[in-house]
């Protein structure tokens, strides 16, 4: 299982990095929709799709935005689309008072504190389709990996050494498969296969 294939990042504290981001990942969608997304795109979060196939893009968040507290990670089997009207569901939420609240849980920050304040009602549902969320811990030097087991909030802290390094391991077998599959098909593209009814001669 991959360790995470969303990234919300908060455009309001990676600032003018947005644009970058988008350039660097077409697969992405504004949580703020309609009329809020116009007014506030700037300072939207932003749900990015990420797979073996966006290295450069992850290479550019983990290397430029990690420990500035840039946005959240996600694992989730669940589509695109589904965990982007997951994740809409909770921008505005109702507090203790009775009244509506913008909740930043895509800044580690706030998820960090949160999730330990939920029930076990409020966690299956914010959890919902989302398996894993991954933040940067308050000490730099680890990584926060929360996830749901038997309805309650499993916390899993490791180094960020040991973060990067497996998804190191990832990038280079994904490079790997790349190099085999690409000598595949120079082979295949090489290959004359004599068609029946016509005579040819292959330039080299």
Same mark, same amino acid.
């Given at each position: 299982?991959?360790?995470f ?5 908060? &455009?309001? !504290?990676?600032?003018? @990095? ?6 660097? %990942? /077409? =697969?992405?969608?504004? $949580? ?16 990015f799709?990420?797979?073996? &196939?966006? !290295?450069?893009?992850? @290479?550019?968040?983990?290397g430029?935005?990690? %420990? /500035? =507290?840039?946005?959240? $990670? ?23 008072d ?16 949160? $999730? ?14 989302l ?56 082979n ?6 004599p ?10």
């Open positions: 299982m991959e360790q294939n969303f990234l919300i990042l908060d &455009s309001a !504290i990676a600032e003018g @990095n947005i644009n970058l981001a988008i350039a660097l %990942n /077409k =697969n992405y969608k504004c $949580l703020y929709k309609g009329k809020s997304e116009d007014e506030f795109e700037s300072v939207a979060p932003y749900l799709s990420m797979n073996k &196939s966006t !290295i450069d893009f992850s @290479n550019w968040f983990f430029v935005g990690w %420990n /500035k =507290n840039w946005g959240v $990670l996600v694992f989730s089997n669940a589509s695109f689309e589904d965990v982007y009207n997951h994740l809409c569901k909770y921008l505005i939420v109702t507090n203790n009775k009244q509506e609240v913008s909740f930043r849980f895509y800044d580690p920050r706030v998820l960090r504190i949160i $999730l330990h304040s939920f029930d076990t009602k409020q966690l299956t549902a914010f959890f919902g389709p398996s894993t969320f991954i933040v940067e811990d308050e000490d730099e030097g680890f990584v926060l990996k929360y996830s749901l087991f038997n309805n309650q909030l499993q916390t899993i802290k490791i180094t960020k050494e040991e973060f990067f390094e497996n998804i190191k391991k990832e990038n280079e077998s994904f490079n790997e498969n790349m190099d085999e599959q690409k000598a595949v098909a120079d295949k593209s090489t290959e004359v296969k068609n029946l009814g016509w005579s040819f001669t292959r330039k080299n």
